[in-house]
């Protein structure tokens, strides 16, 4: 069996076409999303009377005067893994001053982007003949999550043991505690039960697949800049760190399954043979519009990765 | 969830607090990194020593400044490669992503890997000249065999090479947080080493250093009247200099390719800047590199001028003439800071002058491997080389394996480089092999627009316009003008040593090897039911 395995596309809906397309290109028969599917930014666009709009993006300031300059703003922004937000004037200011008003537009547009999303999804995924996983990431809030199960065409991973074609997925996007203080997360000993409960499902683990957001600590597949108490990156950003999970890591070298996929690092692309695990992050650059990935060449017979390729699609 | 409104009163941006918002990091420690890889002392005045004599009517702060300005393009041409595709791999990464994966792995592999095991023997031998030597001499130390002048001999240039080559191996092994905290006192040591130099040739006289000159001469090496002497054994050589000046500008032209041997690395952290977060601003990387640069350019030019004021222009250029004719006046690598060092009476001083000064050396002997590992990383998760190439360690997180590839080469060539004065010539193909790399990245950010619109329309790289034109293609354009002239001069101009038949196999050697490991790659990978091609292969959108 065939697996293309991305994560953390944030938002970028040129990732995520590509995500879709994906089955096709590389012509594998199941998709995995490993977490972190929502932005992390919202551009306002100011409409003003008369039909004319102001917006900035990445610094330069935009007046658009007609609605196909507007679509092709909105595209470029959402490609950059942004949400456009239509905005009043007034709406604007009423935003910046009403505590939780920004909050509660970014759930919005959050929510609504991904139901356009997984719209998208059914017609390229034939309607679930391609098996499509998607699971959360700690950056994802919490109403992602019912938005995915009511899919008709993407089962959502979190928590649950999916059985493949005779192999066991189990997903987990919690991650351990970060500087953001993001939605995941939970101290090493939480996350090492989470795991537990999860991984207790897997009837075979010669045949199973970890799908763990987080990577598994001081293996090269977690290496971010090492950051001060202002979260600036020290020594000229030269200097990278170790911060994945421990929980991770013992679970994995623990019960050994045959792969392990993981994210969360955008900047760790890296495969670390672990035992008889073979675990990777493909790393992000979803910013780029360049969805990284992993296809993964399956043997059911012994239990093992086949092949890999790690991708720049 | 917590956001953060960006613009002011009518905010332009919300963010939300998510993994990875960081604010931007210090510029400064680009600015040593930048500054240390472009290294005037251990590079600059190494090269003098040939650029002077080879190209006598030339004008080395002409030439200096003309490298620097035309440098100072591919610095904005690299910014622009970095902020659109920001990965650790650098060169790799770009040339793979624009121009193809096979020439990517041909251009990264010669210019980022093999090349450097040719640099290992010339830190050696930098290390050799700029500690070892003046210091055994200081000293008057006569172990082993020759004392000081034993480091100039063949076993002397072997043993010091491997020397640094475990050295820079173990600075790689103590990973990057140690490394740059060295790095950065290195730097401050350096900077008040060369303070020292510079007050010392600023407020003595130009008599007051003939004479001290001459009486260290005679205490340490036993030459009479030295600073006479060194004048009359370069006129009796043949060889006549020129005033310091700043014309002709054909013939300083001709020294820019020369200068490409210390100002031409800039960028040399450019397979770092990959993961640093935020490194899509554009200024803050331009700036990191330009000031690094543009310091070296300074206190070169500082070094030039002092050395015209106090030490005499025409004897400085007498004493490389003489090393360059293989009769150095003391029998040693004539060291302009061991010189000026001469001016304080007091050993003790001397030999603390020349450790500080050594840290130049220390702080940039890192580098020698550090970028090298990091192509190596990438072309192994791009599967054209063996996995095992990218592993680490778990317990002393060492790139084992990477350094493996880099070390053994690099001792096998030390041993060619030692033994073989000849070889020892083929100083520049160092420089020129990774011009060609850089070239071919230049070649890159020019075509990137139409190459990759997308990609390109998302860069910030896009928006730095001059007059409505972004300056970063125009930059590239700029860059493969002054990478096509050295090349041409290089390979044209025999005073380089660059031309002669030996030095064309060794360095079309390398480009052998890097397209037969490619083609190798390819065939064994495909064998294995893994197709190379698709790594680049973009996903259709619609």
Known sequence: MKVFFATDIHGSEVCWRKFLNAAAFYKVDMVVLGGDVTGKAMVPIVAHPGGRWQVTVRGQAYTLESEQELEEIKKQIRNAGSYPAMVSPDELQEMSKTEGAVDRRFTVEMTQSLDRWLDMADGKLRGGDIPCILNGGNDDIWEIDDIIEQSPCVSFGEGKMLDLDGFSLVSMGWTNPTPWDTFREAPEPELAAKIETVVSQIPDMERAIFNFHAPPYGTGLDEAPALDGNLRPMHGGAVMKPVGSTAVRDAILQHQPMLSVHGHIHESRAVKKMGRTLAINPGSVYGDGVLQGAVLDLNPKKGKVAKYLLVNG | ?542
Request: charged share 10%; proline share 4%; glycine share 10%.
């Open chain 2, 1 to 542: 969830m917590a956001t953060e409104a960006v613009g002011g009163e009518t905010p332009t941006l919300f963010l939300r607090k998510a993994t990875g918002l960081v604010r931007g990091w210090s510029v400064r420690d680009t600015i040593i990194y930048a500054c240390l890889a472009t290294n005037f002392v251990t590079l600059g005045i190494y090269e003098f020593t040939f650029a002077g004599p080879a190209f006598p009517k030339g004008q080395m702060i002409t030439a200096v400044i003309i490298s620097g300005i035309w440098v100072s393009f591919l610095v904005i041409a690299y910014a622009g490669l970095i902020v659109t595709i920001p990965r650790a791999g650098g060169d790799y990464v770009w040339q793979t992503r624009i121009l193809g994966s096979g020439l990517g792995f041909v251009m990264a592999a010669t210019g980022w890997w093999f090349i450097l095991w040719l640099w290992a023997p010339i830190y050696g031998n930098i290390l050799s000249v700029q500690l070892f030597e003046p210091l055994w001499a200081t000293l008057g130390w006569t172990w082993p065999g020759g004392g000081a002048a034993w480091f100039g001999t063949n076993n002397g240039i072997f043993v010091v090479t491997l020397i640094t080559i475990v050295l820079a191996g173990i600075l790689v092994s103590l990973g990057m947080s140690s490394y740059a905290r060295i790095q950065k006192w290195c730097f401050i040591g350096g900077m008040i080493g060369f303070a020292v130099v510079v007050v010392l040739l600023l407020f003595n006289s130009h008599a007051s250093f003939v004479s001290s000159f001459n009486l260290e001469a005679h205490k340490l090496f036993g030459v009479n009247n030295a600073y006479h002497a060194t004048n009359v054994a370069a006129a009796k050589a043949g060889y006549t200099t020129s005033g310091l000046g700043f014309g002709p500008l054909g013939a300083s032209f001709l020294l820019v390719p020369a200068m490409m041997f210390f100002l031409l690395w800039p960028n040399w952290g450019a397979t770092l800047y990959g993961e640093i977060r935020g490194a899509s601003d554009f200024r803050r990387v331009f700036t990191g590199m330009f000031t690094g640069l543009w310091i070296t350019v300074i206190l070169t030019v500082i070094f030039l001028l002092l050395m015209a004021k106090t030490v005499g222009w025409g004897f400085y250029q007498n004493l490389n003439s003489l090393d360059y004719n293989l009769t150095p006046q003391f029998g040693i690598w004539p060291y302009p800071f061991m010189f000026a060092g001469w001016l304080v009476h007091n050993t003790a001083f001397q030999v603390i002058l020349i450790l500080v000064l050594s840290l130049w050396f220390f702080g940039w002997v890192g580098t020698l491997f550090l970028s090298s590992t990091r192509v190596i990383f990438a072309a192994a998760f791009d599967r054209v080389l063996p996995d095992r190439a990218a592993e680490v360690s778990e317990k002393r997180k060492v790139p084992l394996y990477s350094l493996i590839l880099m070390l053994l080469p690099a001792v096998g060539l030390a041993a060619v480089y030692a033994y073989s004065a000849t070889f020892r010539t083929y100083t520049l193909d160092a420089t020129l092999v990774i011009a060609v790399t850089y070239l071919f990245s230049a070649i890159a950010v020019v075509i990137l627009p139409w190459r990759k619109p997308e990609l390109w329309r998302a860069s910030p790289a896009s928006r730095i316009k001059v007059f409505g034109v972004p300056i970063v293609p125009v930059s590239g354009v700029i860059t493969i003008g002054l990478l096509g002239f050295c090349l041409y001069e290089w390979l044209s101009n025999s005073l380089y040593f660059v031309n002669s038949r030996d030095s064309l196999y060794f360095m079309g050697a390398m480009y052998v090897l890097a397209v037969i490991l490619f083609i190798v790659a390819r065939v064994v990978r495909r064998r294995q039911g893994i197709d190379l091609g698709m790594i680049n292969k973009e996903i259709p959108v619609e």
